[in-house]
């Protein structure tokens, strides 16, 4: 993911069978932001705190174990979306892997 973010960003959202989701953001080759709810929450990056307002406006506060009315799952695909990543319902069974999506270009800063 992050040789896929060179020049770009790159969102990996990972939700298998077990418990727990991983959700990792990178712009041109760094992790920016990873957040991993398969054992206790973890927060890893150059600024793991950077979708903290979009997920407090889901209801979620991770670090407390709350993750707002759709669950980690749940939380974690409507971020995906708020980059133009979309999940087809059907897909959202999580019986096999699903690509999809197209990110848009960082915010110039």
Do not use: K, Q
């Amino acid at each position: 993911m992050l040789r896929a973010s060179i020049g770009t960003a790159a969102l990996e959202l990972h939700a298998g069978e077990e418990p727990g989701v991983e959700f990792r953001y990178a712009e041109d080759g760094r992790l920016i932001t990873g957040l991993d709810t398969t054992e206790l929450f973890a927060r890893t990056g150059s600024d793991p705190y950077r979708f903290d307002t979009e997920m407090h406006a889901l209801d979620a506060r991770p670090e407390e174990d709350e993750y707002g009315p759709s669950g980690s799952r749940g939380l974690f695909y409507r971020l995906a979306e708020n980059f133009g990543v979309g999940v087809p319902e059907e897909d959202a069974r999580i019986d096999r892997p699903v690509l999809s999506g197209r990110l848009l270009p960082p915010a110039a800063r």
